[in-house]
Structure formats: structure tokens, C-alpha cells
């Protein structure tokens, strides 16, 4: 293959992306049905994952680091992109949009540098601790409410900090 053809093939992966992006970001925004503030706790079924604190919370969800404590490699998973818990969570944590960060997770993901957290079908908590305790050094989020009482909550997220 010609190497135009592959610059062009680049383009058409990433403008296609971003169209999804932003598409999925619309829908999001229409299907929003209030604007309840939640609070939210970064957890893990795992008792030996460490709390974390605001700043190592931000890293892992940006990608820049996939391992507490130097060696422990943990695994993220993320929310439905419809998700209403999802936007609030990126923004309270980040301070960015759904379509920011997965704009941002395609540029990683472009650059060979990272990959976006897998993509639960649901967010009913019985999804996210099946998938949790499926995966031992894995990290999710969800409303604190919701969270049941045997989780290791590695640090909250609470409106407003």
C-alpha cells in the first residue's frame, strides 16, 4: 500500500472518531434529565489496591500512570458513554467534558501511548462489581451511594472540590 493511502486511511479513522465523539456527546447532553449533584468514590473490590489521593486519581483516569505504588498494575473500566454518572464524574474529577476526554483517549490511543478504560454496557452497579471482581486489580467509579460496603473506596470525589 501507498503511503497516501494510508495518511488518508489515518484521517478518516480520526475525523470518523471525532464525528462518534461529538455525536455521542449530543446525545448525551439531550438525554440528561437533571442536574442532581453526586458524589462519587473511585473503588475496588480488592482490599490490597492503596487509597489514592486527588492527584494520583487524576493520573490514572488520564492514563499516565497504570500502576500504584510503583508496581501494582490496576485496570480501569469507564461508564456507558450515555451515561449520565459519566459526564458528571470526568467533570468533577478532570474538568472535562465526555467529548473532551474521549477525544483525549483517541489521541492516545493515535499515538500508541495508552488506550481508553473498556466500556461497560451498563452502569447498574451489579455490572460494574461483576466486572470488578472478574478483574482483581481493577478500578471503577460510581455515585457513593451506590457503592456496596465492601468495597475498598479509594478516595471520593465530591461536588465543588
Not at 495518511?7 to 478518516?12: A, C, F, P, R, T
Not at 486519581?57 to 454518572?85: E, W
Not at 478504560?117 to 452502569?123: A, C, I, M, R
Amino acid at each position: 500500500m501507498n503511503k497516501d493511502f494510508l495518511d488518508k486511511q489515518v484521517v478518516m479513522t480520526f475525523l470518523f472518531g471525532m464525528f462518534i465523539t461529538l455525536f455521542s456527546s449530543y446525545v448525551n447532553a439531550e438525554s440528561r434529565s437533571d442536574n442532581k449533584e453526586v458524589e462519587f468514590a473511585v473503588f475496588s473490590m480488592n482490599n490490597d489496591i492503596p487509597a489514592l489521593s486527588k492527584s494520583k486519581a487524576r493520573m490514572i483516569y488520564k492514563g499516565k500512570t497504570k500502576k500504584i505504588n510503583g508496581s501494582l498494575k490496576i485496570i480501569l473500566v469507564d461508564l456507558p458513554v450515555n451515561s449520565i454518572h459519566r459526564e458528571e464524574f470526568y467533570s468533577m474529577l478532570l474538568g472535562k467534558s465526555i467529548s473532551q476526554m474521549n477525544g483525549y483517549w483517541a489521541s492516545l490511543s493515535f499515538s500508541g501511548k495508552g488506550k481508553a478504560p473498556e466500556e461497560l454496557n451498563s452502569d447498574d452497579i451489579k455490572n460494574i462489581i461483576e466486572w470488578l471482581n472478574n478483574n482483581p486489580n481493577g478500578i471503577a467509579y460510581a455515585p457513593i451511594e451506590s457503592v456496596p460496603e465492601n468495597a475498598n473506596i479509594l478516595i471520593t470525589i465530591l461536588q465543588g472540590e
